[in-house]
């Protein structure tokens, strides 16, 4: 495949542990390899089992779209070094195509590339989504790229308003980690009032998915008087019962009841 149609890879040791490495669509299009020393990238051809090892940026001028894999901490220096070694086209009309892989940041502030022509977009899988769902901000044209490049993987691209990154990882990280504290304290109360470990896990499941399925479908509605009664009343005569025996799992609970009471 001619390197104007196909795709050139900017990584760290270890890309065969990332979702490039099952993105079959990506894999036929690979072409030159480019990380810190020819060695590696052999290596990472290797890992891939697709692409060649390049020795110099260069290789990746003509490639369509360029992909950039590593940690966060590396890429500004990659990125500088990127530009600075590769004469990608300063045209408005410019064909290359810049994605940032699993990275924290904004495309806005990847600076190296103003001045370029180059288009940036970045590129994030959704956690325990089993690399099926990913998120992309940045030039529309990137995302487009990105959109129709999946799909042939039958994954999909969801597109997210440009400088939203970190809106994005606050929804992730109040969907899953955030909870994980109501969710102990839920698994702690029924284990207290005599559950045993997987009953309380099945009861925590069933409520769970209802209580998402009954948002997803009816937003704020899905809070009624009846929930508001029943959790002042536990602020009233529940609290004190289980303060006395648990105030760890009191306080929490006071907190999530005082929280969801304001929020709604």
Not at 102 to 109: A, H, P
Not at 212 to 223: E, F, S
Request: hydrophobic letters at 45%; a positive charge.
């Amino acid at each position: 495949m001619h390197s104007e149609e196909g795709v050139g890879l900017v990584c760290a040791g270890g890309v065969g542990q990332s979702f490039l490495a099952r993105m079959p669509a990506l894999l036929r299009r690979l072409g030159p390899i480019k990380t810190s020393t020819f060695r590696t990238s052999r290596l990472a051809a290797n890992q891939l089992r697709a692409g060649e090892a390049a020795s110099h940026y260069s290789a990746l001028e003509a490639c369509r779209l360029i992909l950039v894999w590593m940690p966060e901490a590396r890429m500004d220096k990659v990125l500088r070094d990127l530009v600075a070694r590769t004469p990608i086209r300063r045209s408005p009309f410019s064909a290359n195509m810049v994605v940032l892989c699993e990275c924290v940041r904004d495309s806005q502030v990847c600076s190296a590339f103003q001045g370029t022509g180059a288009r940036v977009a970045t590129l994030n899988p959704i956690p325990d989504s089993g690399e099926r769902l990913f998120v992309a901000e940045g030039h529309p044209a990137a995302v487009r790229h990105l959109r129709g490049l999946f799909a042939e993987s039958q994954r999909k691209v969801i597109a997210l308003r440009p400088g939203s990154k970190a809106l994005f990882f606050a929804g992730v990280h109040a969907g899953a980690p955030l909870l994980l504290p109501w969710i102990a304290a839920g698994m702690a109360s029924l284990r207290a009032a005599g559950f045993s470990r997987s009953q309380a896990a099945e009861v925590g499941e069933l409520l769970g998915v209802r209580t998402l399925r009954k948002y997803a479908k009816a937003g704020a509605r899905a809070w009624n008087r009846t929930t508001e009664t029943e959790l002042r009343r536990a602020l009233d005569s529940a609290l004190p019962e289980i303060r006395a025996s648990d105030p760890k799992l009191a306080d929490l609970y006071e907190q999530g009841i005082r929280l969801a009471l304001t929020q709604f």
